[in-house]
């Protein structure tokens, strides 16, 4: 868990706010990943960056909006989000084995506490 | 389509006792199966996982999984539970065909072993 890092690990917000979660990698992965977790859901996958480009977007709303600047950092700018909204946000990271894209086990951060109120 | 199941929300196992969580999966490729274990407030912990190779794959904290490809099973079971292995246990699937790292996650399992 340690080579995954999130921050921050609770938030509280209201609808009207701007907030970012960030996650950081020091594995040496090239994909990254956003997760949703929610009670009594399954694990909602969100987005997928291998390299920095983004090759998964998973249905998400528009005011959910990531941005990976490098192989190492993964952001999640929030904005205007709904009660619902609510839930812990997992990053992960894998190593990316070739240039087909074929990625190995997923490591996961400790989540960030997300509530919209 | 992929898809994993656990049929299971909970599992209560005594302490010492052998315990099972049961996972199933359909992908339409080679699968890649993995379990995770996520205790209370904490991110997902990588406990096993099957590629290929032998069925029978051991993995951390004493825990293994059988792969049963007739069955489309990927079972974790460990000999003898521990108080402290309550936590919430996932499987995950991926279609090792696929040029993503997409997993698919059951719903999960909750495992309590008590004293």
């Known amino acids: 868990e340690t080579g995954v890092t999130q921050t921050p690990r609770h938030l509280v917000m209201g609808m009207t706010n701007k907030k970012s979660l960030k996650c950081e990698q020091h594995?040496?992965?090239?994909?990254m990943y956003w997760y949703k977790q929610s009670a009594k859901k399954p694990l909602e996958l969100m987005f997928v960056?291998?390299?920095?480009?983004?090759?998964e977007n998973n249905s998400v709303p528009s005011r959910f909006s990531p941005e990976c600047p490098n192989s190492s950092h993964l952001f999640l700018h929030l904005h205007t989000l709904q009660p619902e909204d609510s839930a812990l946000y997992l990053c992960?990271?894998?190593?990316?084995?070739?240039?087909?894209?074929?990625?190995?086990?997923?490591?996961f951060g400790p989540g960030t506490r997300l509530t919209v109120l | 389509a992929q898809s994993v199941a656990q049929p299971e929300d909970q599992v209560n196992v005594a302490e010492g006792n052998p315990l099972t969580v049961k996972c199933t999966y359909s992908?339409?490729?080679?699968?890649?199966l993995f379990w995770y274990v996520q205790y209370p407030n904490r991110g997902l912990q990588f406990l096993l996982k099957?590629?290929?190779?032998?069925?029978l794959v051991k993995g951390s904290y004493g825990f293994e999984a059988e792969f049963n490809k007739s069955q489309t099973s990927f079972h974790l079971k460990k000999p003898s539970a521990l108080v402290s292995d309550s936590a919430l246990y996932f499987c995950?699937?991926?279609?090792?065909?696929?040029?993503?790292?997409?997993?698919?996650f059951g719903q999960g399992t909750t495992l309590q072993v008590k004293p």
């Open positions: 992960a990271s894998s190593p990316l084995k070739s240039e087909r894209g074929i990625t190995d086990t997923q490591y």
């Open positions: 594995l040496g992965h090239n994909a």
């Open positions: 960056y291998n390299f920095k480009e983004q090759t």
């Open positions: 992908v339409s490729g080679n699968p890649y």
């Open positions: 099957y590629i290929t190779g032998d069925n």
């Open positions: 995950a699937v991926r279609d090792g065909s696929s040029n993503t790292g997409k997993l698919i």
